[in-house]
């Protein structure tokens, strides 16, 4: 990824990277969607390798985050649910493959717009939800 560096960036980095660390503790995702945003906006991209490299940097982030998380739930006294967990953690691992290799074949701005829907869906289905209409 070729970027365009700032002395600001730095510090920009350091805050987004906290920031998306304490929205992952606090409710177990979203910490990836900090860091696509930031490093959409802070760096420049090179063609389509460029927002690529973002959204594979945001996959890189999540599993040391979470694993940061899942410790200080249990230190807490707070297991998971391992009990139903085989339900969805070997299809999950499976999909995760599976958009890895398809990440080389679709067009960034296709990916753009996948990510854009996909986040206005959660928030708009948690808001319905929560107003009852789900």
């Known amino acids: 990824m070729r970027l365009e560096y700032h002395s600001y960036n730095i510090w920009i980095l350091l805050l987004v990277g906290a920031a998306a ?6 409710i177990g995702c979203g910490g990836g969607i900090f ?7 802070l760096y420049r991209y090179d063609g389509e390798v460029g927002k690529k490299d973002v959204f594979a940097t945001a996959v890189a982030s999540i599993l040391p985050m979470s694993a ?3 410790f200080m739930y249990m230190s807490g006294g707070n297991a998971p649910d391992a009990s139903g967990a085989y339900k969805y953690l070997l299809p999950a691992v499976i999909g995760g ?3 890895a290799l398809l990440l ?24 319905l939800r929560r107003t009852g209409i789900l």
């Open 21 to 26: 660390g304490v929205c992952n503790g606090l």
């Open 35 to 41: 860091i696509v945003y930031a490093l959409s906006y």
């Open 68 to 70: 940061v998380s899942v």
């Open 97 to 99: 493959a599976v958009g």
């Open 104 to 127: 080389d074949r679709i067009k960034s701005r296709l990916l753009g717009k996948i990510f854009a829907a996909l986040v206005m869906w959660a928030g708009l289905s948690m808001i």
